[in-house]
């Protein structure tokens, strides 16, 4: 059993930055793929932005050039850095990791006002 720790969440005003971490711990034996995926009220889960093993990693389309993802192995944390946020960022974010079994953390909202 893996648990998954976020926290950085909050509200920012629009074109502000934020910082996600999400922890990594328990029986880990290899790291596929840990990220962040996003909510927002009415919508459908999406893509933020995974880093897989082999060093690959995928934005979304609407956080491309605003948001980067990092990870820690040692740490076993992976990092959302947040840069111009929009309104249409707010949302729960969730912490994302797969070491063959998918494990999702409980969510840090978000909250960017105009």
């Known amino acids: 059993q893996v648990q998954l720790v976020e926290s950085g969440g909050g509200l920012v005003q629009a074109g502000g930055s934020l910082r996600l971490s999400c922890a990594a711990s328990g029986r880990i034996f290899s790291i596929l793929a840990m990220g962040w995926y996003r909510q927002a009220p009415g919508e459908q889960r999406e893509l933020v932005a995974v880093?897989?093993?082999?060093?690959?990693?995928r934005y979304g389309d609407p956080v491309k050039g605003r948001f980067t993802v990092s990870r820690d192995n040692i740490k076993n944390t992976v990092y959302l850095q947040m840069n111009s946020l929009k309104p249409e960022d707010t949302a729960v974010y969730y912490c994302?990791?797969?070491?063959?079994?998918?494990?999702w953390g409980k969510g840090t909202l978000v909250t960017v006002s105009s």
């Open positions: 880093t897989t093993s082999g060093n690959q990693i």
């Open positions: 994302y990791f797969t070491d063959g079994i998918t494990y």
